[in-house]
């Protein structure tokens, strides 16, 4: 298989056929492809067949197979067509400092543990990765505020660094923050190795071969819809387009939310929504380019569908943000945060003030006698908006000769969300 090889303790990483070391063969790669990042088009030698892709040109790193007889306990998660990098046992310490035994997978973005019987433990991007510490024994500690830290220990400890480290470096476009120490016991002390509570894996994105060979055929071509990738905000209204939290990817895996539609949102936070009875119910709120969604966190379902250009205004009160809809009914949020609140007002007020070319009218204060929560009548249902992506977008920026880097000197009402050819 060309540049793969099977090792021992049932692992798979990137190596040569010719003898070079993983470690070697990985960095000579990865150099010559990252140092023309940004610089003059790269252009990559691509097979006709995605089954014959050997290495992902864009960080030089191996493309390895399922090792037999790890083949069948994950088969849940991956097969023949899985962009894999490693493959292997590990042992991994817990919080009460013991090692378990562990399965590890690296894919293109993220690190996978796995129970022996195949079991999910962890799904971690390795953009979350903040530091990373290498024992002299081989022992590795990545530090990850966001979750927990997690300490590993393999005989082939430095392929999964270099691996891990050229991941961080392709998607960061800089070095993984490291250091090597003598023992990994002089780290300890300062690392969080218990799971906050409530947590739980959730298995991350996977992609294919076919996927891979995909886009960088379109790379090759020039496709001039391939911004949408790495875009970062709106030019219109330069708000950022942000990702769906790991937590809720699953959740809104069937939505029109999904990550990999590459939706456009600009916030998502949950709440607390007002009932008509005045009780209150845990939702997540959403806000996309032109509308605000209520989404049940059970369920997924969106329950409720309100446009930018249909509210009057907003009323708020430290946590507390009423949004006024004359033609449907109020609604009443209370969100975790002061913070959070005020960031759903200016996310909610630049896409009003962008389409109708005036602010949305605020209050600092709320008249709950005021408020309406009553449905327009019984039976009533929310009309729900497909939600567009990044790609609608630049398509649409690109047919009306519009810079991607913004600010695009066009008012609202621009047709975006009009435009048929944008539609889903």
């Not at 021992?8 to 990865?30: D, F, K």
């Not at 909610?348 to 709320?366: A, G, Q, S």
């Amino acid at each position: 298989a060309g540049h793969s090889r099977t090792l021992s303790g049932g692992a798979v990483s990137g190596g040569t056929s010719e003898g070079t070391s993983p470690a070697s063969s990985v960095l000579a790669r990865g150099d010559s492809v990252l140092s023309v990042q940004g610089a003059a088009p790269v252009t990559y030698d691509l097979p006709e067949c995605a089954e014959d892709l050997r290495v992902d040109p864009r960080t030089g790193l191996v493309l390895v197979e399922l090792p037999v007889d790890l083949a069948k306990p994950l088969s849940a998660h991956f097969n023949h067509q899985s962009l894999l990098h490693f493959v292997g046992y590990v042992e991994k310490l817990s919080h009460t400092r013991v090692f378990e035994k562990r399965i590890l997978a690296i894919g293109t973005y993220s690190m996978f543990l796995f129970h022996s019987g195949g079991v999910l433990a962890r799904s971690l991007e390795v953009t979350e990765i903040t530091r990373a510490f290498k024992a002299d024994d081989g022992t590795l500690a990545f530090v990850v505020p966001r979750e927990f830290d997690l300490v590993l220990r393999c005989k082939l400890s430095r392929e999964i660094w270099d691996i891990v480290s050229r991941i961080y470096e392709f998607k960061v476009k800089a070095a993984l923050p490291s250091e090597s120490v003598g023992k990994v016991d002089h780290v300890l002390p300062q690392l969080k190795l218990k799971k906050p509570s409530k947590w739980r894996p959730e298995m991350g994105v996977v992609h294919t071969k076919a996927q891979l060979l995909r886009r960088l055929q379109q790379h090759n071509s020039q496709d001039a819809t391939l911004g949408y990738l790495g875009l970062p905000k709106d030019p219109r209204t330069g708000l950022a387009l942000l990702p769906v939290p790991r937590g809720y990817r699953h959740l809104l895996s069937s939505t029109d939310f999904r990550p990999d539609r590459e939706p456009l949102l600009h916030f998502f936070a949950t709440a607390e929504k007002a009932t008509r009875k005045l009780s209150w119910e845990k939702r997540l709120v959403l806000v996309s380019n032109s509308c605000l969604y209520i989404v049940n966190p059970t369920t997924a379902k969106m329950q409720r569908c309100i446009l930018a250009t249909a509210m009057s205004g907003l009323s708020t009160e430290s946590v507390s943000v009423v949004v006024k809809v004359p033609a449907e009914y109020d609604l009443l949020l209370n969100f975790e945060s002061v913070e959070v609140a005020q960031e759903f007002c200016r996310v909610l007020d630049v896409i009003y003030t962008f389409k109708k070319e005036t602010r949305l009218p605020m209050e600092d204060h709320i008249e709950y006698t005021e408020v309406k929560l009553n449905r327009p009548f019984d039976g009533w249902h929310s009309t729900v908006c497909s939600v567009l992506t990044r790609r609608d977008l630049v398509e649409y920026l690109g047919r009306a000769k519009l810079p991607l880097d913004g600010p695009v000197p066009l008012p609202g009402g621009d047709g975006f969300d009009l435009d048929p050819a944008a539609a889903l």
